[in-house]
């Protein structure tokens, strides 16, 4: 997933998800990830979630990242009635890779980080955002005010 200087996001398509149980991918941020926009800089990029209708600053969930001091800070960033929180789950190592799921419940959704799909290492966060059984898929998105200052890429295989 490549997210060009000058945008917020890659071209992508809107894609319902219907009874999904869990989202996962394996994510690998390169050292086009680093990145320097002063004052903004602690601002939360989103990375992949699922948003509810009728819109996801309604309800919805993501995995947030940012870039400080050497590191991808991986963040939860979600709505839940129309309130928006965020809270830092764990640092990421540039260049190596993890394994980053969305577990999808009903009035729940857990954000699950590992270094491997035998959950080593294994970070959990439990979150009450309010689901339905159909929403849509949430993709990268850089910025909240800021586009991206250089082209970035994140390695990203669905699960």
Known sequence: ?????????PVRLPRILI???????????????RYDIGSDQSDVNKLFGMGYFPHHHKNSIRFGWRYSHGVIELMAYWYHNGHRYFDTIRDLEIGKPYILKLHVLRDWHTLTVSESLDMK????????VSGKNIGYLLSCYFGGNRTAPHDMEIRMERL
């Not at 009874?19 to 990830?33: D, Q």
């Open 1 to 9: 997933m490549r997210i060009k200087k000058g945008t917020h996001a």
């Open 19 to 33: 009874g999904s149980s869990m989202i996962g991918y394996r994510v690998t941020f390169t050292e086009s990830c």
């Open 121 to 128: 290492n294994t970070t959990s966060l439990n979150l009450p």
